[in-house]
């Protein structure tokens, strides 16, 4: 597997990671109420939306370049 294909899964993985801490920090909060749990779903819905634009421009960047041997 090459860099480009590495990092293209990695930054995947990263997103449903955070996606899946956001669900849980919700699922927790439902059960106690603990605002801190609400606070930790938001940062973590927002970092997988931040980590969507980043696959994506990372994505187009690489389509563009050519490696020249």
Same mark, same amino acid.
């Given at each position: 597997?090459?860099?480009?294909?590495?990092?293209?899964?990695?930054? %995947? *993985?990263? $997103?449903?990671? =955070?996606?899946? %801490?956001?669900?849980?920090?919700?699922?927790v909060?439902?059960?106690?109420? =603990?605002? =801190?749990?609400?606070?930790?779903?938001?940062?973590?819905?927002?970092?997988?939306?931040?980590?969507?634009?980043?696959? *994506?421009?990372?994505?187009?960047?690489?389509?563009?370049?050519?490696? *020249? $041997?």
């Open positions: 597997m090459s860099l480009k294909g590495f990092h293209i899964v990695f930054i %995947t *993985i990263s $997103t449903l990671l =955070a996606i899946g %801490t956001g669900a849980w920090c919700l699922w909060d439902s059960l106690h109420g =603990a605002p =801190a749990f609400r606070v930790g779903a938001i940062c973590s819905f927002v970092a997988a939306v931040v980590l969507i634009g980043y696959g *994506i421009w990372f994505y187009r960047k690489m389509k563009r370049l050519r490696i *020249i $041997t």
